[in-house]
């Protein structure tokens, strides 16, 4: 789960996360329990992390690449990306991208992911 953020154009224009921060308690916090208690894997941020979204201090590219997923009518996230039969998980195995991101960021370099 993240607060929606402007990344690439759309017409959407409401990406205040003062309503999420201020029902974080009552809104995120128990889908995550529910979660944790049905073993099931969810990402979400901390409610401290909200405030450096509010404040546009992340700003690193590679995040951004690693956990953007872009899916539309034509076209999914990479080109050779199957929403049919990948899951993120043997994608990124297939194509090494746990050592490629590690790689790119151990060495500053946010254009090789």
Same mark, same amino acid.
């Given at each position: 789960m993240r607060p929606v953020q402007k990344i690439g154009n759309s017409e959407y224009a409401d990406f205040d996360i003062t309503k999420i921060y201020d029902r974080y308690d009552v809104v995120i916090a128990p889908v995550a329990d529910e979660c944790r208690r049905r073993k099931i894997l969810c990402l979400f941020p901390a409610k401290k992390d909200l405030l450096a979204l509010k404040s546009n201090e992340i700003q690193d590219e590679r995040i951004e690449s690693a956990t953007y997923c872009y899916v539309s009518p034509l076209?999914?996230?990479? =080109? =050779?990306?199957? @929403?049919? *039969? =990948? *899951?993120? &998980?043997? @994608?990124? &195995? *297939?194509?090494?991208?746990?050592k490629k991101y590690l790689e790119a960021y151990s060495k500053g370099n946010k254009n090789s992911m």
């Open positions: 076209g999914c996230w990479h =080109d =050779d990306f199957n @929403y049919n *039969t =990948d *899951t993120f &998980k043997s @994608y990124a &195995k *297939t194509h090494h991208l746990g």
